[in-house]
């Protein structure tokens, strides 16, 4: 098979994005899609790249010839990077008792992952040889890497007795307790490892997680997943987003440097593996969103603490204003103390910050005929314990309870990326 | 995880001795460019495969591609290709040896085979540079086309035996079956119906498709798989609705017996009969018994983890089992050939094979109908995912079998 045509296509990560058989794919969104072009044409890979869009709505572009490096030697990518438009997650239950099995999986992942965010296929579209298989299921093909970034976390089940590893458990991995207002279904909870694909083409990112489920066959089996669509969180530069309720989300979200130092990546009190990876939380959360429709917007601003064009808080004008919740209006507080933004707010919980990462979904449409919507919530911080602290404090209180539900819940360690001729959680086996 | 070999052929001419260096080890050291091709200990010749991504793509260097007849060890180490995934040892279309599931990072692998003199090419699919030609001087050995090739033969033969005497027990059965409604017997029939499920159900993917003699391929008054075994979701109204399942929807949804029923009954008489005749003279070839493996299990994955097939008994999982016992029995038949040639391969698809059999010991109820419990819509809401999880794990390295008999 010498003559595979993706060959041609073939490049290093880093390499500048100009190939041209991508144009007719390449889209730009937005009013200012001129100056963006420009702006994106610097590109040069990895996390600084990642930071180099413009502030404005040009920024949020879509350039499917984009691609971002798995091999970072740091951080996996998926987490700092700009959020993509869609995101496929899915959980795996491990079925093998064998390490090795583990191990393998691990690094065949790791490899999978590499090509794919390169925008290469895994092995063979269509092999030469008779009565073959294909080694990749040949949908993403020639569609370029679309800023794939596939993710890995280890949960909890990792660490229990099967594989010897118990005594290499991230100091924090643990299940999550039991939180109020959790309503949260055995099928869509757990998981003993997940995958997060992000990809500014949906087709890119489920065609990832579907191969690497091939692969995995025989080790893991598939557990839950959600289709996420429509990034419904903030990065640095980005334009802040809408969730499913028409609310702006992420405003206030982590985007500097120093902030994810502080509150995402985790740091030498943790296993030398785990340096540089993070904990994630990932919960489905349900809409009603008849419900919500039916509530006049005045009082959906008060549930939020954010007017729904602008985004700024009750307290302020503009969408960046930094909430001041002891204002007044005419002796009552202009933000209420249960909306969502108060009861979430750093302010207010000792100063903790956690990253959002959130997609919205939908499943179509439940028993009773409405629209099964939501957000798929995900969320990386150093201490999977400041995810408890927030989430109990809304749980019990938030104004918008009336109008979610917790269906789906789980918690993973997200190892560092490998250097090249590495893999993820390499260290786990040595 | 070292592969145990089972040696049955004193001629073979090469012989694959050591397995993998893998299990509990995590070694991520770089090798190097220890390019040293020279004998180790073991008196094999040593020939190191280095993969690794370069300028042109993924590369997969060989380092001696000149060496003299007799044991060669092939080090496959995997730097930072990760487009490469498997290399194997090919003499011609035939695969002397050969190791899958390599990534980097992962320690590196081993294996030996014994080559006579002739030329060899290391393959590495998916490589810039996919093939590298090796030249072995040297006595040639006596010609390794044996080994395999013999072994699949005589598998295909054995297993042929087994599709007759399968297609034997089922017109036995059908027999059975309709004396039982021509007598009148409901509970005896629903019980005959459930024993002769089983027969058809191992062997349909080598029995599907035949065509009566002066039938257009399209019309299915002469396709003798409709004429047997259609559901009713399938039913071309030109035709109308033969064979087990409209049996079984008198017998199970009706539970009664009409004149209809008897007729149903010495029909599918009829029409396994002729299958029988037509099944003997089956001319397969190994990849067959490989295709007809998997084909067995997608069977299980379409139709009986869903509870299509048997509608009205929902005897659904003594299909399966036969779906699965079928699919063993050719994948034994082919396990000697395929030892020789892939015996990772072959030890994969024997442990999950092992993991489908053994779960569904806990599905054996001697006291209902076909020896298996009632696949009912409960019991698919509880098992449905875990049934079909664990096929699946068989069935994708079985889906592998084709590609590899063929080339022997």
């Not at chain 1, 798995?70 to 959020?83: D, K, R, V």
């Not at chain 2, 810039?128 to 044996?146: D, M, N, R």
Request: proline residues 5%; contains cysteine; glycine residues 10%.
């Amino acid at each position: 098979m010498t003559s595979e045509p993706h060959r041609a296509q073939d490049r290093t990560p880093d390499a500048p994005a100009t190939r041209g058989g991508l144009s007719r794919r390449r889209l730009f969104a937005g009013a200012g899609a001129g100056v963006a072009v420009g702006a994106v044409a610097g590109f040069a890979g990895g996390r600084g790249t990642a930071n180099a869009q413009p502030a404005t709505d040009a920024g949020d572009s879509v350039d499917l010839s984009r691609s971002h490096t798995f091999y970072t030697g740091s951080h996996q990518a998926g987490i700092e990077t700009l959020p993509q438009r869609h995101c496929v997650y899915m959980t795996f239950d491990l079925t093998t008792t064998s390490v090795t099995d583990l191990q393998v999986l691990l690094a065949r992942w790791s490899a999978g992952i590499a090509q794919m965010m390169a925008g290469r296929p895994i092995g063979t579209v269509a092999p030469d040889r008779a009565g073959a298989v294909a080694q990749d299921t040949g949908e993403a093909y020639e569609l370029g890497p679309s800023s794939l970034t596939v993710t890995l976390g280890l949960g909890p089940g990792v660490f229990d007795g099967r594989f010897g590893l118990a005594g290499k458990r991230p100091r924090l991995l643990a299940d999550l307790p039991s939180l109020p207002s959790d309503s949260l279904q055995p099928a869509l909870t757990g998981g003993d490892l997940s995958l997060q694909a992000c990809a500014d083409d949906p087709q890119v990112a489920y065609h990832a997680i579907r191969d690497l489920a091939r692969m995995g066959r025989g080790t893991v089996n598939t557990r839950w997943t959600v289709m996420g669509f429509g990034r419904a969180s903030a990065g640095k530069g980005q334009m802040t987003p809408r969730n499913l309720m028409g609310f702006k989300d992420g405003t206030r979200n982590i985007k500097e440097p120093a902030e994810f130092d502080e509150f995402v990546w985790v740091g030498d009190d943790e296993p030398a593996w785990m340096r540089g990876g993070t904990y994630q939380v990932a919960r489905k959360i349900r809409m009603d969103i008849e419900i919500w429709d039916s509530d006049d917007v005045t009082d959906q601003q008060r549930v939020i603490g954010r007017t729904k064009e602008v985004g700024a808080p009750l307290s302020g004008k503009k969408e960046f204003d930094t909430p001041d919740f002891h204002k007044t209006v005419s002796g009552k507080a202009a933000i209420d103390p249960t909306s969502h933004i108060a009861l979430a707010a750093h302010e207010n919980n000792g100063g903790i910050k956690i990253l959002r990462r959130s997609y919205n979904f939908t499943d179509g449409i439940n028993d009773l005929g409405q629209l099964d919507a939501g957000l798929l919530f995900i969320s990386y911080q150093n201490d999977p314990g400041h995810f408890v602290t927030l989430q109990r404090r809304l749980g019990s209180s938030d104004l918008l309870n009336e109008y979610i539900a917790h269906i789906g819940s789980g918690i993973f360690a997200v190892p560092p990326a490998p250097r090249e001729g590495h893999y993820l959680a390499e260290g786990l086996f040595s | 995880m070292p592969t145990p070999l089972r040696r049955s052929s004193a001629l073979a001419a090469l012989s694959v001795l050591a397995v993998a260096a893998l299990a509990g080890c995590g070694s991520s050291e770089d090798k190097g460019d220890d390019t040293s091709a020279t004998s180790k200990g073991s008196g094999a010749s040593q020939v190191n495969v280095t993969l690794a991504s370069g300028g042109g793509g993924d590369e997969c260097q060989v380092d001696t591609k000149e060496l003299a007849a007799g044991p060669v060890t092939f080090t496959v180490k995997n730097e930072s290709a990760t487009g490469i995934t498997e290399v194997e040892l090919l003499s011609g279309q035939r695969i002397l040896g050969e190791k899958e599931n390599l990534a980097p990072g992962l320690p590196e692998v081993h294996f030996t085979v014994t080559l006579g003199g002739g030329d060899y090419e290391i393959y590495c699919p998916n490589a810039a540079t996919e093939k590298t030609p090796i030249k072995v001087t040297g006595e040639a050995s006596a010609s390794p086309t044996g080994s395999a090739a013999q072994q699949l033969a005589q598998g295909v033969t054995e297993y042929t035996q087994y599709v007759n005497l399968q297609v034997d027990n089922m017109v036995t059965a059908v027999r059975n079956l309709q004396k039982a409604v021509d007598a009148g017997d409901l509970a005896k029939a629903q019980q005959a119906y459930g024993e002769a499920r089983p027969f058809y159900e191992k062997i349909e993917s080598d029995v599907e498709g035949f065509v009566l003699p002066g039938f257009d391929a399209t019309d299915n008054h002469g396709n003798l798989d409709y004429l047997i075994d259609m559901r009713a979701s399938n039913l071309d109204p030109a035709v109308g609705w033969h064979g087990f399942h409209a049996v079984e929807r008198d017998l199970f949804g009706r539970k009664q017996i009409t004149a209809s029923t008897k007729r149903l009954a010495a029909e599918l008489t009829t029409n396994v009969t002729k299958l029988a005749k037509v099944a003997k003279t089956l001319k397969l070839k190994p990849e067959d018994l490989a295709n007809g493996a998997a084909g067995l299990l997608e069977e299980v994955q379409a139709n009986k983890i869903s509870g299509e097939e048997e509608a009205f008994s929902h005897i659904d999982l003594v299909d399966f089992a036969n779906n699965v016992e079928g699919a063993q029995q050719a994948f034994e038949a082919l396990r000697a050939g395929l030892t020789e040639i892939d015996p990772t391969l072959t030890e994969t698809i024997s442990k999950r094979f092992q993991a489908v059999t053994s779960m569904l010991e806990d599905y054996k109820d001697p006291n209902a109908i076909g020896g298996y419990k009632t696949y009912t819509p409960q019991l698919k809401k509880t098992d449905a995912n875990k049934l079909s999880q664990t096929v699946q794990a068989l069935q994708d390295p079985l889906s592998r079998l084709a590609e590899k008999v063929a080339t022997a």
